[in-house]
């Protein structure tokens, strides 16, 4: 359905040349007074306007991506979070410096910027959008979103791009499409009800589907819905709940649909073209209470699918091709609802695809991408709940002193914060190594006082310690060989690590951390090659691009996500800007 669009565009012109484009709006008034009636202004200089060379994004360009773009969260379909650019390597990484910065709107903000034809388009806190020169960073226009009078706005994770607009998931649970060249509203549709269902993480669009996932605790759970690229309208609906009479209606212990709830989707899903699937991470619920005790009826489980699960979707009907569900009945908020990396290795002598990804607890499960089957499982070694793991079919044992019931805390490793979490790793397909940004710690799951609403419903709170084991070193960057299935290196720090990971052509990887800092590390060895000390806290993802020839670097700042709310008490002598300082840093080499 179309809806009326409450917003305000603002196109920028310092590209007075191009007669498209509304000249900027005259300054406020100021002590100096305005321009004066009698003089008039030389011309303003001459400047090629990146928006005039912007191209529309068709699925063979989101299939094979220019080097020097990034079109999507993770840049390619299959979410490998690598770039093939490596004009920046090893040998010279250490000269980088700042190419230019933009200030954003003040507030938390995880969101991972786009780069097409020049142009980067970067979200900020309070469902703004900015389009930037990626070479200078001069503005090119500005969108705004008034929001319901007591809608709090919140942060998203990534936006996407396809033919000639840019889609943005809304703090009003609404995907809104902008053309790229003016950012005014090409369509909006209604994805929910705001008050019962948001948005985090971002669209995945392919084949003409623009497929959202939702979040939230509304009774029957969450969904993913598709909506028509050109028109906005409703395709499909994918309800992440199993319900009574489906196939996984019985794995709720009985209870009725309105009282399922969870199956969040907080990060945008992969594809592979070649099968035609997207395949989703599915969170876990905090209603546990009714789950914890099975009811012992004849084909009913307590399992709560489809919970921790990968589904796989066909984008043109939203028919579920195959499920895994890698935790039934998750008791402690450790969901693996994070990226889902699409990747070739050869199995028992024959190259497959297989989708990777890992929960909280830092462990790894590898599924067949065209079906479902396990193949394998990598733990990280960072958590005390599965004690074995069926090598073949990856059923997990779960250790009896941390399943909820009695009336003493249970030391439960990692927190729910996650040793894992949606800060997604990197892979680098010519080496075969991912990288996997950690976080090393542990949680008290306390009975909560009578009366005194808990963090779970099987009547726990959660509260955050260190490792028992601890040394004061909390964050982990961890590269390991999906081939051997053997660690290659280890980085430890103080401060906790809190933005995705970037891995290139040129040997190297770049990831942040609490303490402000960005990165870059060797690829072989994890040595660090050159940081710098930023002015808020790193939370979203690095990207890399190129604009005429030339390699860049950039990454957006803004405290007060999901990670840098987590982590403090851990180090409390790290202290970041109280009053936040979104912005986007770009950084290249010198000339």
């Known amino acids: 359905m179309r809806l009326s669009v409450f917003s305000v565009v603002l196109v920028v012109s310092a590209y007075a040349q191009n007669p498209s484009i509304p000249a900027l709006p005259p300054p406020p008034p100021s002590p100096g007074g305005p321009l004066s009636p009698y003089a008039t202004l030389p011309p303003m200089p001459a400047k090629p306007n990146p928006l005039d060379k912007l191209t529309p994004v068709t699925d063979a360009l989101l ?19 690598f770039s093939p650019l490596k004009q920046i390597d090893r040998t010279n990484v250490a000269a980088l410096r700042v190419a230019w910065t933009w200030s954003l709107p003040n507030g938390p903000n995880e969101a991972t910027p786009l780069v097409h034809d020049g142009v980067i388009f970067v979200h900020g806190f309070g469902d703004r959008v900015q389009a930037l020169d990626a070479a200078t960073g001069d503005l090119l226009w500005y969108y705004a ?118 199956g969040s989707v907080w990060t945008a899903g992969s594809y592979d073209p070649a099968l035609n699937l997207a395949y989703f991470g599915i969170a876990q619920t905090y209603d546990t209470g009714p789950l914890l005790h099975p009811v012992k009826q004849p084909g009913v489980t307590n399992d709560g699918l489809y919970t921790d699960s990968t589904v796989a979707l066909n984008p ?56 479902g089957k396990y193949d394998f499982s990598i733990d990280l070694g960072l958590q005390n709940v599965v004690t074995a793991i069926d090598p073949n079919t990856g059923a997990k044992t779960i250790n009896p002193k941390v399943i909820p019931g009695g009336s003493d805390p249970i030391m439960v490793c990692p927190h729910a914060g996650g040793a894992k979490n949606w800060i997604p790793s990197s892979y680098n397909p010519e080496t075969k190594i991912l990288y996997v940004p950690l976080v090393e710690s542990c949680m008290d799951l306390i009975p909560a006082p009578a009366g005194k609403r808990p963090f779970l419903s099987s009547g726990l709170n959660s509260t955050i310690r260190p490792r028992p084991d601890s040394d004061g070193k909390y964050g982990r960057f961890e590269a390991f060989n999906l081939m051997t299935r053997e660690v290659v290196w280890t980085q430890r720090q103080r401060a906790p690590q809190t933005t995705g990971a970037l891995a290139t052509a040129g ?64 180090v409390p002598e790290i202290q970041n800007p109280p009053d936040h300082g979104a912005a986007i840093w770009v950084f290249e080499l010198p000339r």
């Open 63 to 81: 299939q094979n991506p220019p080097a020097g773009d990034w079109l999507t969260w993770r840049r390619t379909y299959d979410d490998l979070g």
């Open 145 to 262: 979103r008034q929001l319901p009078e007591g809608n709090r706005p919140n942060v998203k994770r990534n936006l996407s791009i396809y033919a000639g607009t840019l889609l943005v998931p809304t703090s009003d649970s609404h995907l809104v499409a902008l053309d790229i060249k003016t950012g005014r509203v090409a369509w909006d549709h209604v994805l929910g009800d705001y008050k019962q269902n948001r948005v985090s993480g971002g669209p995945l669009v392919a084949k003409g589907k623009v497929m959202q996932g939702v979040t939230g605790s509304s009774p029957g759970g969450n969904y993913i819905i598709a909506l028509d690229a050109t028109t906005g309208q409703e395709a499909w609906r994918f309800y992440t709940i199993a319900r009574p009479g489906e196939p996984g209606g019985e794995s709720w212990n009985g209870l009725p649909l309105e009282k399922r709830n969870g």
């Open 316 to 371: 043109d009907t939203g028919k579920l091709a195959w499920y895994f569900q890698h935790m039934p009945n998750d008791q402690w908020d450790l969901d693996w609802a994070f990226e889902r990396q699409l990747i070739q290795l050869p199995v028992n002598g024959t190259i497959r695809t297989i989708a990777v990804t890992a929960g909280k607890e830092a462990i790894f499960d590898a599924v067949d991408a065209a079906t």
């Open 507 to 570: 040997g190297i990887v770049f990831n942040g951390s609490l303490d402000r800092f960005i990165r870059a590390y060797d690829g072989s060895n994890g040595m660090v090659l050159w940081e710098m000390r930023l002015n808020d806290v790193p939370s979203s993802c690095p990207i890399t691009y190129t604009v005429n020839g030339k390699q860049y670097i950039a990454v957006v700042v803004g405290n007060g996500g999901a990670h840098t709310v987590t982590w403090p008490a851990l």
